[in-house]
């Protein structure tokens, strides 16, 4: 046994040797590598007759993690996607958009910047629009995948504090509220379906990413999504960034999680304790189901914004 496994192992390198030596493409000839585009799938979830989200978005397994929840809304003159996963999935969301809809995507809504969430928006072409906050597109010129000739995938809307798009039971609402997980995070409302899909201003029932590079902040993030609970009101379902489907309780709920993290944070940084020290005491007994796998980098990212 153990002796097949470690030929095995030779038997790869050798041939991934051989494969770089005559300059071949590994990942391509290897039958090692990742598993070919085709043969990628994500799993669907119907939430209203023309709503549905493509999930496979929980983090760690790289064999099933297509990138953050999209949104799939199908109006009249085509199909609205909100996000559009990592690069290399964008035949996948096609296939499954096609299992639900005969409809074309005409038009994307990329709720921040992040790779798993505007992975595909080229994969769609230079036919579909592209919307997303004005801050988002400054983040997403940045973006390599976004430079050169790629530039014509970059958002051709963008919007400062509301935008409405399509009307009737097509339409559209997208806020803006704030700094949070970056500086140009947007809330998508399905008003007629009662819906919000957060992007990764909710992601998950942990501590949030707080990406200070794209001007995210995690000192602003519970005022941000406290903006949210007043000013949206009419939801029942939300569509988190990478968990599945939430209530608009569980916002409030994430929402209380986030003050109490900053604040004990401040505490603990007033209190002269390290990062590895407020970290550790900071408990999440109160929230069910909450995890602190993300605690101590939002603590230090919370250190690092109140320090300067
Ligand atoms: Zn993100």
């Not at 992975?119 to 010129?141: Q, R, S």
């Not at 992007?199 to 999504?225: E, H, L, Y």
Request: aromatic share 8%.
């Amino acid at each position: 046994m153990k002796r097949s496994v470690l030929l095995g192992l030779l038997l790869t390198v050798g041939a991934l040797s051989i494969a770089v030596r005559a300059g071949t493409d590994v990942s391509a000839s290897s039958g090692h590598a990742a598993a070919p585009q085709e043969s990628r799938a994500i799993d669907i979830v119907k939430l209203k007759d023309n709503l549905y989200v493509l999930t496979s978005s929980t983090p760690g397994n790289a064999a099933t993690f297509s990138g953050g929840n999209v949104a799939v809304f199908i109006t009249d003159d085509g199909v609205t996607l909100v996000d559009t996963k990592l690069a290399g999935w964008g035949q996948a969301v096609l296939d499954k958009v096609k299992s639900v809809t005969s409809k074309p995507v005409t038009r994307i809504i990329n709720t921040h910047t992040h790779g798993d969430h505007t992975g595909n928006d080229g994969f769609f072409g230079t036919t579909v629009e592209i919307i997303a906050h004005e801050n988002t597109k400054t983040n997403m010129e940045k973006m390599d995948a976004f430079k050169g000739d790629n530039a014509k995938f970059l958002p051709g809307k963008t919007y400062k504090d509301r935008l409405t798009v399509g009307s009737g039971k097509n339409r559209i609402e997208l806020y803006y509220f704030g700094a949070g997980h970056t500086s140009g995070d947007t809330f998508v409302v399905f008003p007629d379906l009662r819906v919000l899909h957060t992007g990764d201003m909710f992601a998950w029932k942990d501590a949030p990413g707080c990406d200070r590079n794209n001007g995210g902040s995690c000192v602003a993030f519970p005022q941000t999504i406290a903006k949210v609970i007043a000013n949206i009101t009419n939801v029942d379902t939300i569509i988190p960034g990478h968990s599945p489907m939430q209530t608009p309780k569980d916002l409030q709920e994430y929402q209380r999680f986030l003050t109490d993290l900053l604040a004990q944070t401040q505490a603990a940084m007033t209190a002269g304790k390290s990062v590895d020290e407020a970290a550790a005491a900071f408990k999440v007994d109160k929230y069910p189901g909450y995890k602190t796998e993300r605690v101590k980098a939002a603590v230090q990212a919370i250190y690092d914004e109140l320090k300067k």
